[in-house]
T-cell receptor, first 112, second 110 residues
Framework: RKEVEQDPGPFNVPEGATVAFNCTYSNSASQSFFWYRQDCRKEPKLLMSVYSSGNEDGRFTAQLNRASQYISLLIRDSKLSDSATYLCVVIFFNQAGTALIFGKGTTLSVSS | DADVTQTPRNRITKTGKRIMLECSQTKGHDRMYWYRQDPGLGLRLIYYSFDVKDINKGEISDGYSVSRQAQAKFSLSLESAIPNQTALYFC?????????FGPGTRLTVL
């Protein structure tokens, strides 16, 4: 099993739709989790951290399920401007030090 | 002004040439990172540094070396570039959690 896995998509949804992405991780000792957004040919930018209790920021909700080892990102009322690639990031500590693993990303395309 | 800058932004070079990619940051962060991004493979960590005297290999360090000249500067070198090192390279910094990325360097090795 790969360390961090995401469904690459693409997810094609109409404006106003609700869409959810999952990201699974294999290392049960993983410590920190994040969702990043990357627009085409641009650098990734932090969308939100993922807390154990779940967290919400406007139309975006992030959840962590440690038992099943996945994090999720829910986008409500999708906008055209939400079209991007969404990357999950998992951080854990091992004998070699800190390991920071990015998922390969899930592509979202929102259409009018 | 951007907090994390990378130079050059684009570079085309030939197989066997030595290439250096520079990264500078004004965020005052101790931690700096180099990644490469390839279509279908996502972002992969090449090297990272938690302070000026600390250098660590990432997932794909073979064929690369780094230098942490100062807290604000972290350079990536390809001693003898090869075509499969053609990729988009990102530098990033962090204090502890969130990473801040530079705009990227698009490198093509012919």
């Amino acid at each position: 099993r790969k360390e961090v896995e995401q469904d690459p998509g693409p997810f094609n949804v109409p404006e106003g739709a609700t869409v959810a992405f999952n990201c699974t991780y294999s290392n049960s000792a993983s410590q920190s989790f994040f969702w990043y957004r990357q627009d085409c040919r641009k650098e990734p930018k932090l969308l939100m951290s993922v807390y154990s209790s779940g967290n919400e920021d406007g139309r975006f909700t992030a959840q962590l399920n440690r038992a099943s080892q996945y994090i999720s990102l829910l986008i409500r009322d999708s906008k055209l401007s939400d079209s991007a690639t969404y990357l999950c990031v998992v951080i854990f500590f091992n004998q070699a030090g800190t390991a920071l693993i990015f998922g390969k990303g899930t592509t979202l395309s929102v259409s009018s | 002004d951007a907090d994390v800058t990378q130079t050059p932004r684009n570079r085309i070079t030939k197989t066997g040439k030595r290439i250096m990619l520079e990264c500078s940051q004004t965020k005052g962060h101790d931690r700096m990172y180099w990644y490469r991004q390839d279509p279908g493979l996502g972002l992969r960590l090449i090297y990272y540094s938690f302070d000026v005297k600390d250098i660590n290999k990432g997932e794909i360090s073979d064929g690369y070396s780094v230098s942490r000249q100062a807290q604000a500067k972290f350079s990536l070198s390809l001693e003898s570039a090869i075509p499969n090192q053609t990729a988009l390279y990102f530098c990033a910094t962090s204090a502890a959690g969130e990473q801040f990325f530079g705009p990227g360097t698009r490198l093509t090795v012919l």
